[in-house]
Structures are given as C-alpha cells and as structure tokens.
C-alpha cells in the first residue's frame, strides 16, 4: 500500500427492499421465531444490489474518475469509501485523511453560520482549532461568498452553499479528494477555479476521486476512468477510452447493449487493472462498423420547438456523400447538413441557420444562409425550402447536437425554430492529435532542441 491511496476488492452492496412496512415487521420478528421451533425462515424483502464485485486501485496522485449513467452505482461506492455506508461485502482500504463533497451542503447545519460550519466541519477533518484559524483565511477568500459567511447557511443560495462546501474540503490539503458532481452548481468562473484547485492538489499529491456527467471535464481531469453498469464494473482504464465506451453504451440500441456489456468486461478481465483500455479495440463489438453510419439510438431527449409563426421546419438532417442519411460522421469527411420545411405566410427578408452544440450547450459552430447582412427578399406562402449546409468534419470525437431555424426581417422575425432537432456522433480516431472541441491542426508539431 506504499504508493496506494484507495484499494477496493470485490466490494458489493445490498439493500433490502421491502413493498409494506408490514414486511418490514415481519423480517424483524418471524425469522427468529420460525428459527426457534426449528422451520425454515422465510425472506420478506427484495434484495436490490447497488454495486456487484467492484475492484480498483487509485495510486497517490492520481485523479480516477467515475462515470456511469444514473442509477448505475457511483454515488454509493463514493459513500462506502468515505465510510458513510457499510459494505455487504469485500473491502476498502484507504491512506491518509479523507475530505468529501458528497451532496450540496452535506454536513452543514442550517442554522449555523457559515463560520460556524467552516470550524464544525474542519474540526470533523481532524484539524486542531489553531489550523483553522490559519486557515480561515484562506477557506473565506475561496469561497467569496462577502458577509454571507457570518449569515446562517439557511440564507444561502445553492450555488453559495457549494461554494463554502469545496473551499472547505478543498483548503485543507486532504490525501483523498472525493467529489460528486457538485461542481454543476457553480457558475463558470468558480468552476475554473475549482478545476484550478483540483489540479493544485494533484500536484501536490493528493488522490482525487471526482464523478461527473461532463465528458469533457473527465477527459482533461482524470489519469484513470472507472466505468460502471447497474453496479458492475465494465471497465477501469484510460479516460478516453472509458468515455468512448459509455458514449457507445448510453446510445446503443436495447438489443445490442447487453452484448456490448459483455464482451468489455470480458476485455478489461484479462489482464486485471493493468490492461490498457485501448487494447479493447480488438473485440469485435467495439469495431466502429458495429452501427456503420447510422446508430438508431442517437436520439435526443432535449429537443425544443418553437411556435410555428409562418413556417415549419419538417425535419433537419446529415447527409454523407453517398446520399445516406447517417448520425455517425468520420472525422475529416465532408457531410450536408440539411433544413427542410415550408412557407405558410408571405415573408420579406428571410435568412436560414444552423448550429452545432457541444453536450453542455457550448454553441460550437455554425452557418446563416444568405450571409450576414443579406436577405432572401421575398418568399411566397405555400413554398418548400430546402436549405444546405456542408460542413467538414473536423470537431474531435464526442457527441453533438444540431439545430435550426427561420428568419425574417418583419413581424414575427422567428419564422420557426428547433433546437437540438437531431444528435451525431464523431467517431475516435486511432491516434488523437488534438484535444478540446475541433481539430485545427495541420500537420505533424516540428520540434527543435538547442
């Protein structure tokens, strides 16, 4: 355990799930009686197991991240490591002091003041009152929250509350860092900082153990990426990779995914925590044709219409050069975004656009038609439009969102409008060169050494 700050076996995690309290009587009272006139015991409960067999090493220094989709276990195994729930079975060892964010305000009281829960929640830590007062400073000026911290939590907005949440585990320079998703709460200033503070620690370290939905934030945090299923665990490797997996687990159609399941956990099993996920690419299932270019379960769940004011956008799709309608693009392939529909009103100065959105909503790119500052001077109603746009494929690997709509320079000037019409995904390829949102590079970095 020298260089082990986390080391979890074979841990599982069973609740009892009873349909009436009445069962819940009844497992306390009779299966001692029928035990003691010699019958067997009957079992008044479901059994529901939020984690099966989960094992993982977490080095000192190392950020591991853990992504799944809801339901699938992380919350309680962050619990079971910091000792706020007890396992079922296997184990859990840890080194060195703990400091967690679980849950939004987890730990205050509401109705102290914020000073109050700095010093109540550092004494918990293990810090002598001396080292808070030295540190109080500091724990204040992170959280920039003014003269709140002399107010009652109670007063305190979310994004408030977590702000003193993480200047306190964060300022206390723990061994382990725990963080839940908490960070979703801030705005994007104090989440820079926060990211700022994580990589501090790093640095300095500390283990961190950091959950959340943001691909994004995983990749550029994390060494290592724990993947779990339903309380399995499917992978535990590079981050890049275990991002690639989920994305392709989470879209995957029903019928196919308990396949994908199976033959990744079937890949990571070979060689323990030391395999490299990317030797997962030799499995028939993660082979990129398994959807070709078309994958049925990229369905957005966020799409918004607006009011129909004179025109209706019937549908918005990508189109490959063979004329196929695809949702799965290759990188460096040129593509035609199209906006179809029709006119039900007469309109002056009419324009068209289309935007691409990134998973959290960043508008990556896109195109008007005709260009800014130009009209289609009249449109007539009863007229089809259809508009496209071609695009190069040059965004990285991730999944995207697009959208559209219709203009006017007269009253309404929203002629229609979708949002998150439709969903694509870039495919990996072999060799990343480039990291972020899109690929702007040309050709191999030239290095020189004096």
Not at 286 to 293: M, R, T
Not at 434 to 449: A, C, H, K, Q, R
Request: hydrophobic share 40%; with cysteine; aromatic share 10%.
């Amino acid at each position: 355990m020298t260089n082990i700050a986390i080391q979890v076996k074979n841990l599982s995690k069973c609740y009892q799930i009873y349909d009436t309290p009445r069962d819940r009587l009844k497992q306390f009272v009779l299966p001692g009686v029928k035990r003691m006139i010699g019958k067997l015991p009957e079992q008044y409960f479901r059994e529901f197991w939020a984690l099966q067999d989960v094992s993982f090493e977490v080095k000192k220094g190392e950020t591991v991240g853990i992504i799944g989709c809801n339901g699938s276990g992380k919350s309680t195994l962050l619990q079971l490591i910091c000792g706020t729930l007890n396992p079922t079975s296997g184990s859990i060892q840890t080194s060195g002091r703990i400091a967690a964010l679980l849950e939004l305000g987890s730990g205050f009281n509401p109705e102290f003041t914020g000073r109050e829960n700095v010093y109540m929640n550092a004494t918990v830590l293990g810090l002598a009152k001396e080292e808070i007062d030295a540190r109080f400073d500091d724990i204040a000026a992170f959280a920039d929250i003014g003269n709140f911290i002399e107010q009652s939590v109670k007063t305190y907005s979310s994004g408030m509350t977590v702000r003193l949440a993480f200047a306190v585990q964060a300022m206390i320079d723990p061994d382990i860092f725990v963080v839940d998703e908490a960070l979703a709460v801030g705005d994007e200033k104090f989440q820079r900082k926060c990211f700022a503070r994580l990589e501090d620690l790093k640095s300095k370290g500390s283990s961190i153990l950091f959950v959340s939905h943001s691909s994004s934030s995983i990749v550029e945090l994390c060494d290592r990426t724990l993947l779990l299923d339903h309380g399995a665990r499917i992978m535990f490797g590079s981050a890049p990779e275990a991002i690639r997996i989920y994305q392709k687990l989470m879209y995957s159609p029903v019928e196919s995914k308990k396949l994908l399941i199976q033959d990744c956990r079937a890949a990571d099993m070979l060689d323990g925590n030391k395999k490299d996920a990317i030797q997962i690419e030799s499995t028939s299932v993660f082979n990129e044709n398994s959807f070709d270019d078309f994958d049925p379960g990229l369905v957005p769940d966020t799409t918004t219409v607006y009011p129909i004011q004179g025109a209706e956008i019937d549908s918005i799709k990508i189109y490959n050069t063979q004329g196929h309608v695809v949702n799965v693009l290759q990188p460096g392939v040129c593509y035609q975004f199209v906006v179809a529909g029709r006119f039900f009103s007469n309109f002056a100065g009419v324009f068209f656009g289309i935007h691409i959105k990134s998973i959290s909503g960043v508008e990556i790119t896109g195109q008007r038609y005709p260009v800014e500052g130009a009209f289609i001077e009249q449109v007539e109603a009863g007229k089809l439009f259809k508009v496209s746009f071609g695009f190069k494929m040059d965004l990285l690997p991730g999944v995207y969102f697009v959208g559209g709509g219709v203009w006017s320079s007269q009253e309404p000037s929203c002629a229609h409008r979708i949002l998150d019409a439709s969903m694509f995904r870039v495919s990996p390829i072999n060799i990343p060169v480039s990291f972020g949102y899109v690929d702007m590079s040309t050709n191999t970095p030239i290095v020189e050494l004096f």
